[in-house]
């Protein structure tokens, strides 16, 4: 059973591996050859998987298989996905599969540094594993082959650890399709919105893939910033922070007529951060002290303030990672870089496709340390952590305060292999949280205006599994690095 759900999610991969190859086709580019080869070996590797899956007894599947599964989904599919790159550019293995898993991961970071000489199959192909990376693999297939063993929802859940998605409906499946309509509009609904702007159909259905997704690949090396647009940075805007909001609260609003989006506590909190934060870098773009040789990179008039503030915030806080015009924090000094760096930790909201910790788990961790600090004043006070109006359950909380204390770990173990590899403090801290956030672009030689290019080999495939580690929530990949794991398999 567990070979024929893994062959089924892997010739899932083909089909989006065609639809490259019939863009290819359209623009009359050789590489259609590529991603029909590609997409053949793919269903081969996959029936494959599903005929050896006959002979296992049929039983249902614990639950740490269902980690086992989604974790080497994620590596498969950026293996395969790794193939075009390896056949229509001169990247290496190591360059290849770090281009793939931050496509799949939505982490947005890249080791090309003149993406426009790219064919647009492939462009396509890079926009395409952002957006299924977004709403999730596990997620996809429960939405579009529902069979076998797909509504176990331990499978279901066990890709979206941490993210809170309520069952929308009474399968899991439904559920799954619920939310890929509303993944569906909203990409609709940006590719039209950039598409009234300078956008052509091409570069707006890219970008939409992408901006939902919170990923932030581009069919420019510029980004953005290539369409010298002040409409598409509000619309790109927008559609961020839209993107980074709990999707199932757009159910409930929809479906039922509910105003539980502009109740629900973590919006409310997620909304008023980032309201903080865009006043923040106003002030910061007005008054703090800046390189001279940066003064030319910072906006002008208040609009131009403005935005520019609320485009940085928005790409950061929602791991997407685009670049707009006088968009480099790096260039901008450390009084600009060090609150983009908080921001990258924090990230979005849970049940979204942003990464990073998750406003959830700051406000329940703050929470916490609160009632410890009445505590220590009334020592027989019964307290407990609310969230909503609503108790959240002990071992909630305790999560939620593991989960933050292996990200700190995390990321100070990256720190310290970073250093190794010959980086300075600012890239190895800036790369860590990024990679761990899935945002793209960090601090340092690796900052919105470099690439990972210059990164050796040892460097990437580090970074390529802490972005794995980092969307699907920590847990789900460390729970296989567990020894308990493995002895009872045996």
Not at 396 to 425: E, N, P, W
Request: charged share 15%; with cysteine; net charge positive.
């Amino acid at each position: 059973m567990k070979k024929g759900i893994l062959g089924i999610l892997i010739i899932l991969e083909s089909f989006f591996l065609l639809l490259s190859m019939l863009i290819a086709i359209i623009n009359g580019e050789d590489g259609w050859l590529c991603f029909l080869l590609t997409a053949l070996g793919t269903i081969a590797c996959g029936s494959f998987c599903i005929f050896l899956s006959r002979k296992e007894e049929n039983k249902r599947m614990r639950r740490a298989d269902n980690f086992l599964i989604v974790s080497l989904s994620w590596i498969i599919f950026s293996v395969i996905g790794m193939v075009p790159y390896l056949w229509l550019t001169d990247m290496n293995v190591s360059s290849a599969f770090f281009e793939t898993m931050s496509g799949f991961t939505t982490t947005g970071a890249t080791c090309i540094n003149e993406i426009d000489s790219l064919p647009k199959s492939l462009l396509f192909w890079r926009a395409i594993t952002q957006w299924v990376g977004g709403l999730g693999i596990v997620v996809f297939s429960f939405a579009l082959i529902p069979v076998y063993e797909m509504k176990n929802s331990n499978l279901y859940s066990a890709e979206v650890t941490g993210l809170g998605l309520d069952k929308l409906r009474p399968k899991i499946g439904s559920t799954a399709r619920r939310v890929l309509l509303i993944y569906l509009v909203l990409t609709c609904g940006c590719a039209f919105a950039y598409w009234l702007g300078p956008m052509n159909l091409y570069d707006a259905v890219c970008h939409s893939f992408t901006t939902i997704a919170t990923g932030g690949f581009s069919t420019h090396s510029q980004s953005i910033a290539y369409f010298h647009s002040s409409y598409i940075e509000y619309v790109a805007s927008f559609f961020m922070i839209v993107s980074s909001i709990n999707f199932s609260l757009y159910y409930y609003m929809s479906i039922r007529r509910s105003r539980v989006l502009f109740t629900n506590e973590e919006v409310r909190v997620f909304v008023s951060y980032l309201a903080v934060a865009v006043v923040g870098f106003m002030l910061l773009f007005y008054f703090a002290p800046v390189p001279e040789s940066a003064t030319e990179l910072l906006p002008k008039g208040f609009e131009e303030t403005f935005r520019s503030a609320l485009f940085h915030v928005s790409s950061v806080a929602t791991s997407t990672g685009f670049s707009a015009q006088k968009f480099d924090y790096v260039a901008w000094g450390a009084s600009f870089w060090m609150p983009t760096v908080v921001i990258m930790a924090i990230g979005s909201c849970a049940g979204s496709t942003a990464g990073g910790i998750k406003v959830i788990r700051i406000i329940i961790c703050a929470k916490s340390v609160f009632n410890e600090l009445i505590l220590m004043l009334h020592p027989r006070a019964v307290l407990g952590v609310r969230v909503g109006g609503q108790i959240v359950p002990d071992g909630k909380v305790r999560q939620a305060l593991s989960f933050i204390f292996i990200y700190i770990l995390l990321v100070v173990i990256a720190m310290t292999c970073y250093s190794l590899l010959g980086a300075d403090v600012d890239t190895a801290l800036g790369s860590s949280i990024s990679m761990l956030s899935n945002v793209g672009p960090a601090t340092g030689s690796t900052g919105p205006a470099s690439t990972f290019a210059h990164v050796p080999a040892s460097g990437l495939w580090l970074m390529s599994a802490y972005m794995l580690i980092g969307r699907l929530e920590i847990f789900t990949v460390l729970f296989l690095l567990m020894p308990n794991y493995w002895k009872d398999r045996k």
